[in-house]
Every structure is written in structure tokens, then in C-alpha cells.
T-cell receptor, first 114, second 114 residues
């Protein structure tokens, strides 16, 4: 049971380049999330998907797009990377129901934009 | 607008001491308050959570105290150990909001000295 898997683990981009961060979960969860973590800023929600086929903006969506490809996969795309997007990106899925409300996080993608 | 304020930013405690991390929230609609623990190079993982119908919750050496009228909650770690050294995030969400993501505090870097 792998949980939440993110690829790649590290990436260096030049300003203006594009890339897609991949995320997959094997826990059959409906809801998935993308956060970014910056020093002293905590984790901030970029986009989320309540279920397959739906996506919604979070706190900091500008410069990003997402795709919920199927129930397992939720990708984050940077169309034209900027230095301000240098960050650690975390994907999460949520186990929700009854008394449970747990978000499970991947190990993160460390992105540098030069 | 920061909806969850966390303090202190960093904390150093001797082994066996009781570190206390405090959080305050603004949105009275929040009804779920988890704490996440993050080790270097890893994603956050749920440590303990509380809902506002109780004032305290204990799980092992970890205790959440909750004060609804003051809109504050805190994490206490009893008999702290060097292995507890990590970054701790408080968070909040409105479960009635469906799949909305968590709103995180900025984090506390905790060091337990041997």
C-alpha cells in the first residue's frame, strides 16, 4: 500500500518553462488536494478536487492548472513557471466519513525555478 | 487574511519537558481542528484532532486543549523525547464545507534536546 505517490521528487526549471507534477493515490479516496509549502508560510491550498470530474480553486490558484484524470490521479500543471513558484508541492487525499477526516500527504516535489 | 495564527515559530525544550504550541482561529464556522507533524523531507502526517464539542483530547503523550469562546487551541507534548523534534502545524476546516481543504497555521519548528 503506497498511499500517495508524487513524481518527480525534485525538479529545476527555467523561467517560462512548463511542467506537470503528478500525483496518484491507491486508497480509493474521493477528494484530492494540492498544497504548496514555503518557509514561514505553512501550507497553502492551490486547488482541490472533491471527486472525479470536479476541481475547485483554493487560496493561491494563480499560475496553476489541475486535472483530475480519474479517481486515482490528480495532476498540477505550471504553464509558464516563475521564480515565485519555487516551493515544495504536496499532494494529499482525504479519507472522510463518519468520525474520520484525515488527509494523507505525499512526500512532496521540490521545485526550483531559476 | 491569515485565518489560523500559530505560535511560537520555533521552540527548544529539554527532554522530558512539556512543549506547548498555541493556535488561534478567526472563522467561527471552523469545526474541525487537526494537528499535523512533519519530519524533514517528508509530508505532513495527522497527529491528533479535535472537534469543538469537547475541551480536551488525549492520544498517548499528545494532548489538545480547546477553548471555543476564545477561539484558541493548543498542543501539549508530555514527557517530550528527541524523536518528537519536527515541525508541527495546526489546521482548521469546516466539515460542512464538503471537500474544502485545510487552513494551516505557519508551523512551529520544535527541537527536543537530549
Amino acid at each position: 500500500n503506497a498511499g500517495v505517490t508524487q513524481t518527480p521528487k525534485f525538479q529545476v526549471l527555467k523561467t517560462g518553462q512548463s511542467m506537470t507534477l503528478q500525483c496518484a493515490q491507491d486508497m480509493n479516496h474521493n477528494s484530492m488536494y494540492w498544497y504548496r509549502q514555503d518557509p514561514g508560510m505553512g501550507l497553502r491550498l492551490i486547488y482541490y478536487s472533491a471527486s472525479e470530474g470536479t476541481t475547485d480553486k483554493g487560496e493561491v490558484p494563480n499560475g496553476y492548472n489541475v486535472s483530475r484524470l480519474n479517481k486515482r490521479e490528480f495532476s498540477l500543471r505550471l504553464e509558464s513557471a516563475a521564480p515565485s513558484q519555487t516551493s515544495v508541492y504536496f499532494c494529499a487525499s482525504r479519507d472522510w466519513g463518519g468520525a474520520k477526516n484525515i488527509q494523507y500527504f505525499g512526500a512532496g516535489t521540490r521545485l526550483s525555478v531559476l | 487574511q491569515q485565518q489560523v495564527k500559530q505560535s511560537p515559530q520555533s521552540l527548544i525544550v529539554q527532554k522530558g519537558g512539556i512543549p506547548i504550541i498555541n493556535c488561534a482561529y478567526e472563522n467561527t464556522a471552523f469545526d474541525y481542528f487537526p494537528w499535523y507533524q512533519q519530519f524533514p523531507g517528508k509530508g505532513p502526517a495527522l497527529l491528533i484532532a479535535i472537534r469543538p464539542d469537547v475541551s480536551e483530547k488525549k492520544e498517548g503523550r499528545f494532548t489538545i486543549s480547546f477553548n471555543k469562546s476564545a477561539k484558541q487551541f493548543s498542543l501539549h507534548i508530555m514527557d517530550s523525547q528527541p524523536g518528537d523534534s519536527a515541525t508541527y502545524f495546526c489546521a482548521a476546516s469546516w466539515e460542512g464545507g464538503g471537500a474544502d481543504g485545510l487552513t494551516f497555521g505557519k508551523g512551529t519548528h520544535l527541537i527536543i534536546q537530549p
